[in-house]
């Protein structure tokens, strides 16, 4: 039996970086996984990929911004696999520039994606969850949502927000079933990070490399499965000792 046997998981984010590795450990645990990611070409791409591997996975295109997306997203998740039981809420971007030159629109589509899309697919989730008797939620926050960092004030402002919404949503629902954490990451290997600053964020880390994205998804597991079944409100900080200095 794996930890996730039979489980239905959302997972935004799905088609790249943390959220796809999380969704092969997921599906390695018995998962039934629905990856949601703005990128149909990779997205289908991985569907295909976890198909061949007889797993039941299912990608569905959507902006988390939009509410409309975000409310077929769970519609269509019910339609195909009747519930939903893990929702990991992920999908993110990011981008340095320097504050006093970054335009109110660069500003404002941060914090749409980072911390809006990240409530609209919470409430849906949890609206879902009321009907079905419960379930885990993972916010993906960030190391940046504890500490500060010169040219990402949008981002940091965004993933401290995600912190504190994890906390208001577990005490909101603590008492219905519905466990709400969040996973903050230090530098991880992934696509959001461009290539040429690789090298400068590993030597920022005590441990002197970046993250992997394997490595997230077993914290990831963590928090989403019955291991985690007295913790909720909870910020699972996997940084490589970064935010201990
Ligand atoms: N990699 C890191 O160093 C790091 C550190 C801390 C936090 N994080 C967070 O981890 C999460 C995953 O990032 P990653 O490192 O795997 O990067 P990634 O770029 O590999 O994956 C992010 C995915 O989210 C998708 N996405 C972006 N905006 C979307 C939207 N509006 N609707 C739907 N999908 C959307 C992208 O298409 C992409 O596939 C993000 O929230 C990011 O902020 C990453």
């Given at each position: 039996?794996?930890?996730?046997?039979?489980?239905?998981?959302?997972?935004?984010?799905?088609?790249?970086?943390?959220?796809?590795?999380?969704?092969?450990?997921?599906?390695?645990?018995?998962?039934?996984?629905?990856?949601?990611?703005?990128?149909?070409?990779?997205?289908?791409?991985?569907?295909?990929?976890?198909?061949?591997?007889?797993?039941?996975?299912?990608?569905?295109?959507?902006?988390?911004?939009?509410?409309?997306?975000?409310?077929?997203?769970?519609?269509?998740?019910?339609?195909?696999?009747?519930?939903?039981?893990?929702?990991?809420?992920?999908?993110?971007?990011?981008?340095?520039?320097?504050?006093?030159?970054?335009?109110?629109?660069?500003?404002?589509?941060?914090?749409?994606?980072?911390?809006?899309?990240?409530?609209?697919?919470?409430?849906?989730?949890?609206?879902?969850?009321?009907?079905?008797?419960?379930?885990?939620?993972?916010?993906?926050?960030?190391?940046?949502?504890?500490?500060g960092s010169p040219?990402s004030?949008?981002?940091?402002?965004?993933?401290?927000?995600?912190?504190?919404?994890?906390?208001?949503?577990?005490?909101?629902?603590?008492?219905?079933?519905?466990?709400?954490?969040?996973?903050?990451?230090?530098?991880?290997?992934?696509?959001?990070?461009?290539?040429?600053?690789?090298?400068?964020?590993?030597?920022?880390?005590?441990?002197?490399?970046?993250?992997?994205?394997?490595?997230?998804?077993?914290?990831?597991?963590?928090?989403?499965?019955?291991?985690?079944?007295?913790?909720?409100?909870?910020?699972?900080?996997?940084?490589?000792?970064?935010?201990?200095?």
């Amino acid at each position: 039996m794996g930890k996730l046997q039979d489980k239905v998981a959302v997972i935004t984010g799905g088609a790249s970086g943390i959220g796809a590795a999380t969704a092969r450990l997921f599906v390695s645990e018995g998962a039934k996984v629905v990856l949601v990611d703005l990128n149909e070409e990779k997205g289908k791409a991985f569907e295909k990929e976890l198909k061949t591997l007889n797993a039941e996975a299912l990608f569905i295109k959507a902006n988390i911004t939009s509410e409309e997306d975000v409310a077929n997203i769970f519609k269509q998740t019910v339609e195909a696999f009747g519930t939903v039981d893990v929702v990991f809420n992920n999908a993110g971007i990011g981008r340095v520039h320097p504050s006093h030159d970054l335009e109110y629109s660069e500003w404002r589509n941060t914090v749409n994606v980072d911390l809006d899309g990240v409530f609209l697919v919470a409430r849906e989730s949890i609206r879902e969850m009321l009907e079905t008797g419960g379930g885990t939620i993972v916010n993906t926050a960030s190391m940046y949502g504890w500490v500060g960092s010169p040219g990402s004030a949008a981002y940091n402002a965004a993933k401290g927000g995600v912190i504190n919404l994890t906390r208001s949503l577990a005490l909101e629902y603590a008492d219905k079933n519905i466990r709400v954490n969040s996973l903050c990451p230090g530098f991880i290997d992934t696509p959001i990070i461009p290539e040429d600053d690789k090298q400068t964020l590993a030597g920022m880390t005590p441990m002197k490399r970046l993250g992997l994205a394997d490595e997230m998804a077993k914290a990831v597991l963590f928090m989403a499965s019955d291991d985690s079944s007295y913790m909720t409100g909870n910020s699972l900080i996997v940084d490589g000792g970064y935010t201990a200095q």
